[in-house]
């Protein structure tokens, strides 16, 4: 499995921004679907978006679109999540995921991804 490193996370008041990093090792990354998910105090781990092997199909759940930005660097192992107009609740623990095969969505539950990082925290004052 892929090893993944998240980072970029901190503190922002709201309507701030934010770009997380996610660094991949141990695997070719250009192989992997990547993609975030984020976890609030007391909730679930949830969705927030997913990017395609080659960067040309992306995904998010309705909450964040328009305001979160999916991307990727393949020569670098690296996805990125920016993240702009920050409401306080974005605030939580944000994972980035990799998984290897293709299902036909880009949309994700926990379980199907492969491997996560450590998680990286956001939090968004008011």
């Known amino acids: 499995q892929v090893q993944l490193v998240d980072s970029g996370g901190g503190l922002v008041q709201a309507g701030g921004s934010l770009r997380l990093s996610c660094v991949a090792s141990?695997?070719?990354?250009?192989?992997?679907?990547m993609g975030w998910f984020r976890q609030a105090p007391g909730k679930e781990r949830e969705f927030v978006s997913a990017i395609s092997r080659s960067g040309d199909r992306t995904a998010y759940v309705e909450s964040v679109k328009g305001r979160f930005t999916i991307s990727r660097a393949n020569a670098k192992n690296t996805v990125y999540l920016q993240m702009n107009s920050l409401k306080p609740e974005d605030t939580a623990v944000y994972y980035c995921?990799?998984?290897?095969?293709?299902?036909?969505?880009?949309?994700?539950?926990?379980?199907?991804?492969?491997?996560w990082g450590e998680g990286t925290l956001v939090t968004v004052s008011s």
């Open positions: 141990g695997r070719t990354f250009s192989n992997y679907i």
């Open positions: 995921a990799a998984r290897g095969g293709y299902s036909g969505t880009y949309y994700y539950t926990p379980g199907d991804m492969d491997s």
